[in-house]
C-alpha cells in the first residue's frame, strides 16, 4: 500500500511538473506566432505604401517584448535596416521639447501661463500676451517660421527668419483656435535655452537622452549620409507644392526619391531629433516609471486641452487632441497617446493596456500612424484600427 500511494504521490508531481512545463512553453509559442503574424502585417504595410525601411519596437509592462528591423536603409546602396540604423524622427522632437518643459515646470523654472516675455524680453507687443503653454499647445496663433519642407521664412538664415517672424501678424489672437506652427516650438527653444543657460540640445542630452541611455539618439545636421552609415536615407513619392508657407497641392511618383530635410539648431525642438525606435521605447519606459519627470508632470503632458470653445483639435478623426508637445487619440475604448512625425514616424502608447508600440520609417508618406492600432490589436482583444 504505502509503495501505491508513493507511486501515486510520484505520478501527481510528473503531471504537475508537465502542467508547469506546458504554462512555461504555451506563452513563448503564443509571442512567437504574434511576432510572425505583425512580422506579416509590417511587410504587407511596407508593400502596399512603398515603404523601404522600417523599425518597429512593441513595449509590454514597462519591458521591451521585441524589436524588428525590415527593409533598406538606402535603395541605392542596397543597404539593410538593423536596429542600429538610425530615422529622423521630426514632430516627435516636440514632445521631447515637451518634456523638457515639464523639467522645468517642475524645477520651479518655468511657469507655463506667465507671458513667454517674462523669458524673452524683447518680444514685439502683439506677443505679450502669449503664454508657454499657448506655445506648447500650438494655440498663440503665431505665423509661421519654417515650410513642410522645413526652408525658414523666405529662405533665411535663422537669425534673420526668428527676426522676421517676428515682424508679421499673428495669425489667430493668442489662446483661441489650436493652429499647429513651427514657430511656437522655435520660441520654446529659445525660453529652455535662456532659463538654463545652456543650448537646447545639450539640456535636452544631459536631462533625457544621457539619463535614459539613448546612445544611438541625437540631433540631426548637415555632414551628410557618407558620415553616417547607419542613418537611414530619407526618401519620398510626394513632391510638395508650397505657396507661402503652406503646402497647396502633392504630385505623386511612382518610384521614391531621396529627399532632404536641412534641420538647424533652430528647429530642433520642432523636429530635430534621429533615433532608433528602441532608444524611443527606453525613452516611452523611463517616461512612465518617472525617471524623468513625475506621474503628475507625465499627465499634464498628455492632457489634451481645449480651444477656447472647449472643442478639441488634433491632426484628424483618429488624432484628434493635443497636449503639451503630445497628441493623442480621444476615443472612449482604448484611448491612446500618439506623437507621430513627418508622415513617417508613429509612437502610440495606450495607457490602459499597458502597451506601447514604436514604428519608424525612411518614407514621408508612410503615415504608420493609420497602421499601429492593427499592430496593437495583437495584443489588445477587440481594437480595430482608428476604433
Known amino acids: 500500500m504505502l509503495?501505491?500511494?508513493s507511486a501515486a504521490i510520484g505520478l501527481i508531481a510528473v503531471l504537475g511538473g508537465l502542467g508547469d512545463s506546458v504554462s512555461a512553453r504555451t506563452p513563448s509559442v503564443a509571442e512567437a506566432e504574434n511576432k510572425a503574424a505583425i512580422e506579416q502585417l509590417v511587410q504587407s504595410e511596407m508593400t502596399s505604401r512603398g515603404i523601404p525601411g522600417l523599425q518597429l519596437t512593441i513595449v509590454r509592462q514597462g519591458k521591451i517584448l521585441f524589436t524588428g528591423a525590415y527593409g533598406q536603409a538606402n535603395i541605392e546602396a542596397s543597404t539593410p535596416v538593423t536596429e542600429q540604423t538610425s530615422f529622423p524622427i521630426n514632430s516627435i522632437s516636440k514632445a521631447v521639447a515637451g518634456v523638457a518643459a515639464m523639467q522645468l515646470v517642475e524645477a520651479g523654472k518655468l511657469d507655463l501661463d506667465?507671458?513667454?516675455k517674462t523669458y524673452l524680453e524683447t518680444l514685439p507687443e502683439t506677443w505679450s500676451?502669449?503664454?508657454?503653454?499657448?506655445?506648447?499647445?500650438?494655440?498663440?496663433?503665431?505665423?509661421?517660421i519654417a515650410d513642410d519642407n522645413v526652408r525658414l521664412l523666405d529662405g533665411a538664415a535663422p537669425d534673420a527668419a526668428w527676426a522676421k517672424v517676428q515682424m508679421l501678424p499673428l495669425k489667430l489672437s493668442p489662446g483661441t483656435k489650436f493652429d499647429y506652427t513651427q514657430t511656437n516650438y522655435v520660441a520654446m527653444g529659445k525660453i529652455i535655452e535662456k532659463i538654463t543657460?545652456?543650448?537646447?540640445?545639450?539640456f535636452v542630452r544631459d536631462r533625457q537622452f544621457d539619463v535614459v541611455g539613448m546612445k544611438r539618439t541625437r540631433f540631426a545636421d548637415t555632414t551628410g549620409a557618407k558620415a553616417r552609415p547607419q542613418a537611414a536615407t530619407l526618401y519620398t513619392h510626394l513632391t510638395l507644392r508650397i505657396e507661402g508657407m503652406k503646402t497647396v497641392g502633392v504630385e505623386r511618383s511612382k518610384v521614391p526619391f531621396a529627399r532632404h530635410e536641412p534641420w538647424t539648431e533652430m528647429v530642433f525642438p520642432a523636429g530635430g531629433v534621429r533615433t532608433t525606435s528602441t532608444d524611443l521605447a527606453k525613452w516611452v519606459i523611463a517616461l512612465q516609471k518617472q525617471k524623468l519627470v513625475s506621474k503628475d508632470g507625465l499627465q499634464q503632458l498628455w492632457k489634451p486641452q481645449p480651444q477656447a470653445d472647449g472643442t478639441y483639435r488634433g491632426f484628424g478623426s483618429t488624432i484628434n487632441g493635443y497636449g503639451l508637445?503630445?497628441?493623442?487619440a480621444r476615443r472612449a475604448d482604448h484611448p491612446a497617446i500618439t506623437p507621430v512625425g513627418g508622415a513617417r514616424a508613429a509612437i502610440f502608447?495606450?495607457?490602459g493596456d499597458d502597451l506601447s508600440i514604436v514604428v519608424l520609417t525612411n518614407l514621408m508618406g508612410a503615415s504608420p500612424e493609420?497602421?499601429?492600432?492593427?499592430i496593437a490589436a495583437r495584443y489588445i482583444p477587440?481594437?480595430?484600427?482608428?476604433?
Open 129 to 144: 500676451g502669449i503664454t508657454a503653454r499657448q506655445l506648447l499647445t500650438h494655440t498663440s496663433g503665431l505665423p509661421e
Open 114 to 116: 506667465a507671458p513667454i
Open 370 to 374: 493609420k497602421f499601429v492600432d492593427k
Open 349 to 351: 502608447i495606450y495607457p
Open 3 to 5: 509503495n501505491r500511494i
Open 197 to 202: 543657460g545652456e543650448s537646447y540640445a545639450d
Open 325 to 328: 508637445g503630445w497628441p493623442s
Open 382 to 387: 477587440g481594437l480595430t484600427a482608428g476604433n
